[in-house]
C-alpha cells in the first residue's frame, strides 16, 4: 500500500499515511469551508491504524456532526493545520485524513466523489466522477 508523508504549516508535526485508494473525496459542507478558509476539503476514509504520528502532538477540537455524533479534529497545536478528524458515526477504527496535506497528493487528478455537493459554490464546476447531494446512502 503506498505511503505518503504530512508536513504541517509551521513544521512541529509530521506524520505518514498508508493510502488504500489515492483517490481525493471533496468536501463541500459548511464546517469545511469554516475550519479550512476554502471552498471545499479534500479527504479519504482510511483505518486508523494507517495514520502515524511521527512528530510533535496533536490537540483536539470537537464539534456535533449533523449525525448528532460528535467529530474530532485534529491538528497542530501551534498553526492549526488538520491531518485527519475523526466522526464517531462511522465507528472508531476509522477516520478521515485530509488528502490534500499528503505530499504527492496533487498528482492523484480527477476526485472519486463529492460530497454536500448541495453546498457547492454555484461558480464551481462538479469534477468528482460521483456526486451526492449530502453523504452518499449507507
Ligand atoms: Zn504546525
Ligand atoms: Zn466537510
New binding site residues.
Given amino acids: 500500500m503506498p505511503e505518503y508523508k504530512g508536513v504541517c504549516h509551521c513544521g512541529a508535526t509530521e506524520w505518514t499515511v498508508e493510502i488504500p485508494e489515492e483517490k481525493h473525496i471533496l468536501?463541500?459542507?459548511g464546517?469545511?469551508k469554516l475550519m479550512g478558509g476554502g471552498e471545499f476539503?479534500l479527504n479519504q476514509i482510511i483505518p486508523k491504524s494507517n495514520f502515524h504520528l511521527t512528530k510533535g502532538d496533536l490537540k483536539v477540537y470537537s464539534y456535533k456532526g449533523d449525525s448528532g455524533n460528535s467529530v474530532d479534529c485534529f491538528m497542530c497545536p501551534k498553526c492549526a493545520s488538520s491531518p485527519y478528524h475523526h466522526q464517531h458515526v462511522m465507528g472508531e477504527n476509522t477516520i478521515v485524513i485530509r488528502t490534500g496535506l499528503l505530499k504527492g497528493s496533487d498528482k492523484w487528478g480527477k476526485p472519486a466523489a463529492e460530497?454536500?455537493d448541495k453546498d457547492r459554490a454555484s461558480w464551481l464546476p462538479q469534477t468528482g466522477e460521483a456526486s451526492f447531494p449530502e453523504v452518499p446512502p449507507s
Fill in positions: 468536501c463541500h459542507c464546517a469545511c476539503t460530497i454536500y
